[in-house]
T-cell receptor, first 115, second 111 residues
Framework: ETGVTQSPTHLIKTRGQQVTLRCSSQ?????VSWYQQALGQGPQFIFQ???????GRGNFPPRFSGLQFPNYSSELNVNALELDDSALYLC??????????????FGPGTRLTVL | LAKTTQPISMDSYEGQEVNITCSHN???????ITWYQQFPSQGPRFIIQ???TKVTNEVASLFIPADRKSSTLSLPRVSLSDTAVYYC????????????FGQGTELSVKP
């Protein structure tokens, strides 16, 4: 519906491993944001990328990193996984203007389980 | 810091109008107010966005008073499929697209 796709849909990892999640932005959008949503909570902002550079970051440690590619697809990498990293990871794409709340369109998410 | 406050839950019946009010007393002067709907294990879905006064689209209306310290999402004639969590969002300043999600309002529509 929104044009934002994410892969994989589900993923199981063990503590200490590394994971890469992928996002394909909606056509024409140049900005991607990543969020972590724990069960029963609202999404928490991880970071945003605009034109391949990080453009803002939430309160997440450096082991959460990202990339945005020239075609505006994006990756979220998490190193040294911890049990608390188990969550739904959402990416959202938008056209970046000046306002933080320019409309963001979300993908379906990747459910990560860390054992 | 921008922060939103919403009721944690609301109950309604099919066919009723539902109004969900959110307070946001530290909103940036040029930021929009945005509402999203989320079903379990899905990404949030954009509902409506506004800056001031009233905005209406095919699914909802948004009322924003002149002081912009609150907003009210109005869903006309809800159905069972409107059972979901609703979030109001304001920006965290002009940098970084940082959307601040609160706890949201869990709306339960009963037959």
């Amino acid at each position: 519906e929104t044009g934002v796709t994410q892969s994989p849909t589900h993923l199981i990892k063990t503590r200490g491993q590394q994971v890469t999640l992928r996002c394909s932005s909606q056509s024409g959008h140049n900005t991607v944001s990543w969020y972590q949503q724990a069960l029963g909570q609202g999404p928490q902002f991880i970071f945003q990328y605009y034109r391949e550079e990080e453009n803002g970051r939430g309160n997440f440690p450096p082991r959460f990193s990202g990339l945005q590619f020239p075609n505006y697809s994006s990756e979220l990498n998490v190193n040294a996984l911890e049990l608390d990293d188990s969550a739904l990871y959402l990416c959202a794409s938008s056209l970046f203007y000046e306002r933080a709340t320019d409309t963001q369109y979300f993908g379906p998410g990747t459910r990560l389980t860390v054992l | 810091l921008a922060k939103t406050t919403q009721p944690i839950s609301m109950d309604s019946y099919e066919g009723q109008e539902v109004n969900i009010t959110c307070s946001h007393n530290n909103i940036a002067t040029n930021d929009y107010i945005t509402w999203y709907q989320q079903f379990p294990s899905q990404g949030p879905r954009f509902i409506i966005q506004g800056y001031k006064t009233k905005v209406t689209n095919e699914v909802a209306s948004l009322f924003i008073p002149a002081d912009r310290k609150s907003s009210t999402l109005s869903l006309p004639r809800v159905s069972l499929s409107d059972t979901a969590v609703y979030y109001c969002l304001v920006g965290e300043g002009n940098q970084g697209g940082k959307l601040i999600f609160g706890q949201g309002t869990e709306l339960s529509v009963k037959p």
